[in-house]
């Protein structure tokens, strides 16, 4: 099970933009899919986008396409959710998770059984 900690968020206008980091401690993610997801209160947690192990392809939620963007750094040790346009509704816990060998689009159905502490985003109106 790899440990992720996810940092960046804050507080944020409507309209503005933030962005998200995902470390895991003495590890690269270069043999690992990552994904991002978000759980706001009294909502299941919904997926946001994802990159794939080797290829770096990625993939996104319908309602995300055009607004975030999900990378990874050349050293493989931090993945970011770059937001932009972000909405009121969009206020939540985001959260990175990491699955060996798996693609960005299998990273969107995956069961995961493990989560960490998320960071907090907050869009004010």
């Known amino acids: 099970q790899v440990q992720l900690v996810e940092s960046g968020g804050g507080l944020v206008q409507a309209g503005g933009s933030l962005r998200l980091s995902c470390t895991a401690s003495?590890?690269?993610?270069?043999?690992?899919?990552m994904g991002w997801f978000r759980q706001a209160p009294g909502k299941e947690r919904e997926f946001v986008g994802s990159?794939?192990?080797?290829?770096?392809?990625?993939y996104y939620a319908d309602s995300m396409k055009g607004r975030v963007t999900v990378s990874i750094n050349n050293a493989k040790t931090t993945v970011y959710l770059q937001m932009n346009s972000l909405k009121p509704e969009e206020a939540a816990v985001y959260y990175c998770?990491?699955?060996?060998?798996?693609?960005?689009?299998?990273?969107?159905?995956?069961?995961?059984?493990?989560w960490g502490q998320g960071t907090q985003v907050t869009v004010s109106s």
């Open positions: 998770q990491a699955q060996w060998m798996t693609t960005a689009q299998d990273m969107a159905s995956s069961r995961y059984n493990h």
């Open positions: 003495a590890r690269t993610f270069s043999d690992y899919g």
């Open positions: 990159i794939s192990c080797c290829t770096d392809s990625t």
